[in-house]
């Protein structure tokens, strides 16, 4: 995989003329409904959803698992605790409402949903049987971003940070490897209201790091540094915690110290670590695989400004336009979300 | 107004404890009970300044039957475990449901007096969070049959034995995931789940039949797995005997088409129900409908 793409994005048509075109590797996209014995590396998330919810329910915790056609990531659920799992059919709205009225009855339940077709299209009933409601609802929204990108806009899942940060009663939260999934199912199980916990594609080669070595445990609201460093901090979400740390590993070799932050909580906002950023950096990178409207770096713009920090901020985000149809390994080089992009953007503002 | 009471002496109720389900009820005093029902929302209505008169009265007869017989409640626990679950997904209509709780004790009857006031727990929709014997907020409409068939199935997880009654109105079910939830319900055979359509032919816009058809409704529930009862709604005996009749052990959800009339016991209303869908009844125009609705009560 190269992760060199120009920004400007002429790059497909000029590489494919060069022969250089359509990476073979790093393509993957996850089948969102494979079941677990489909153990291929990149689509591990699923997996590891489907065996923590599973040992939830041994451990005897309350739980039910709901989807609309989502069922084949807990096979180990349904396999061991059928009762526990309900399929509505491809009918997402009356899942995430059902899922509620299990919610008001003491069940926590979790809704299995594919990005673009949980939080965008079921906004109304979130906001209004989940949120207003205060019930503990758990929205596992897989394949985010770009992730599948391939299948078209319609699949694209960009805006719902956006979303969920607007909703009164939302927690968000966002796992930034393998470990983090089980990490944030168990760390979000006691909050009270519904969480909303967005899933990454996987990362790409090249641009995979380990985040966590183990299953952490997060604490609500709060940030975690994941790299220490003093000249710049590069506050990430998803899968670009991962490609940051790299970027982070490349910068290294020029001098440059960068502070990376794993922004595992997205609401409520870690205020204070921001204002501790940009106390002791002075400049803040944002970057997520989101529209660059009302996501992590509109969060993040916010507080420098409102708590008039004076920092300097850059947003890396995708931008606010149509934007392309391809695999998101070659989505992602082409709006230079990756390790050498987000390099280009840390260094352009230690420049500024 | 007279106090509803426990006709049958091998189930008594006791203030305080469990009312149980299909426990026995005069119909003179489900009937009077219903003609309260409009009394008080005229009266909460007026308190307010605004509200939903018409399709409120359409369900009174529903209102009454289900809290005064069928529904099994503990008043002084409105979130007791084994209650039978009541949603209204027609949520405009929970200025009916008010007085109904104060006087069964779900919250004061204090609370009443706060109704329309910015605080109020009690308001235009029903909001779980602020009433207590709310099992569902509602006020988007085609959300809470889709919630009743979630409240259905964690009775099956649990293994209880409550039922989850939904209000709906006609209008309502034009919403596309009303049919979803419907096809739900049919597709775990939720017999615990119970529908009742206030079909009072009217939505706020107009005629459901000119707006947007809905019929045959009995054919569509029943073509999605449901045992469907078509009725008089207006009609207390009526409805007593069809909600005695649902199978305790039935594998179809069962849904109550209750054919109604909006504005239903107030002669103005009935000759303009659309005009009274949202208002504020006041002067000769009150006192003319109180009249009326008084010379009914026995």
Known sequence: ?352 | MTTVHAASSDRPVVTGEVLPRGRSTSLVDLANRAEWIRLETIRLIDQAGFGHYSSTFSAAEIFSVLYYHTLRLKPSDPQWEDRDRFLLGKGHIAVGLWPIFADLGFFPKEWLDTYGSIDSPITDHPNMVTAPGIDFSSGSLGHNLSVAVGIALAGRVHEKDYRTFVVTGDGELQEGQVWEAAMAGGHYGLSNLVAIVDANGFSGGGATSKTMNIEPLADRFASFGWRVEEINGSDVATLVETFDRIPADGTQPTCVIARTHKGAGVTLMEEAPQAWHMGWLKGEDRAQAEREINARIR
């Open chain 1, 1 to 352: 995989m190269t992760d060199t793409t120009s920004p400007t994005g002429s790059g497909l048509a000029d590489r494919a003329a060069e022969g250089t075109a359509l990476p073979k590797t790093g393509t993957t996209m996850e089948n969102v409904f494979s079941g677990d014995e489909a153990k291929k590396a990149p689509a591990a998330a699923g997996n590891v959803v489907g065996s923590t919810l599973a040992a939830l329910a041994d451990e005897g915790h309350d739980i039910v698992v709901v989807s609309a056609d989502m069922g084949g990531a807990v096979g180990e659920l349904r396999a061991r605790h059928p009762g526990r799992y309900f399929d509505f059919g491809i009918a997402e709205t009356n899942t995430m409402s059902a899922a509620a009225g299990l919610a008001a009855s003491g069940i926590t339940s979790f809704v299995l949903a594919m990005g673009p077709f949980g939080i965008l299209k079921c906004a109304e009933q979130i906001r209004t049987d989940l949120a207003s409601t205060h019930l503990p609802v758990r929205i596992i929204a897989r394949s985010s971003g770009l992730a599948m990108g391939f299948f078209g806009t319609s699949h694209h899942a960009v805006e719902d940070i956006a979303i969920a940060r607007s909703i009164t009663g939302m927690t968000i939260a966002a796992p930034a490897d393998n470990n983090a999934v089980e990490g944030v199912i168990r760390s979000t199980l006691d909050h009270r209201g519904p969480v909303y916990i967005r899933m990454s594609a996987p990362s790409l080669p090249g641009a995979e790091a380990v985040v966590y070595p183990e299953v952490p445990v997060f604490e609500r609201g709060k940030f975690v540094t994941v790299r220490p460093g003093s000249d710049l901090t590069v506050i990430a979400v998803g899968n670009m915690v991962q490609a940051s740390l790299v970027a982070a590993e490349q910068l290294a070799g020029e001098g440059i110290s960068l502070n990376v932050i794993d922004a595992v909580y997205l609401k409520p906002l870690d205020e204070e670590a921001i204002v501790a950023a940009a106390g002791t950096t002075g400049r803040i990178l944002t970057v997520e695989e989101h529209n660059e409207v009302g996501g992590l770096g509109s969060a993040v713009a916010e507080v420098i400004a409102r708590r008039r920090l004076g920092a300097a901020i850059d947003v890396f985000a995708l931008p606010d336009e149509d934007l392309k149809v391809a695999l998101p390994g070659v989505l992602l080089p082409y709006y230079n979300l990756t390790p050498s992009g987000i390099a280009d953007r840390a260094r352009t503002l230690l420049e500024a």
